[in-house]
């Protein structure tokens, strides 16, 4: 049995999320431990936790451009 490619899915005004095994790598160059198979990447900027969403962009009223949100439109 193949292993199911990792996908990347935009959500419409909120993060992006990972599904699957991904390297992430910081502004230094050194590999983000992925916590869990699923995580959820900020895209609005305001998370304190980064690269992680913890949901702050809903408090924020954080938009996506309308074309951005078809991506994710599932
Ligand atoms: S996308 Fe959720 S806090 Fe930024």
């Known amino acids: 049995m ?4 990792t996908t ?5 005004d909120g993060p992006l999320i990972v ?9 230094h160059g050194e ?10 990447l900020c895209r609005c900027g305001v998370s ?3 690269p992680w969403c913890d949901g ?3 408090l924020t009223g954080f938009r996506t451009s309308p ?3 078809d991506v994710g439109g599932r």
């Open 48 to 50: 304190a936790i980064k």
């Open 31 to 40: 590999p983000i431990r992925q916590p869990r198979r699923t995580v959820a």
């Open 56 to 58: 702050t962009h809903k």
């Open 67 to 69: 074309g951005a949100a």
């Open 19 to 27: 599904r699957g095994e991904a390297v992430l790598i910081d502004e």
């Open 8 to 12: 990347i899915t935009a959500y419409p």
């Open 2 to 5: 193949e292993p199911r490619p």
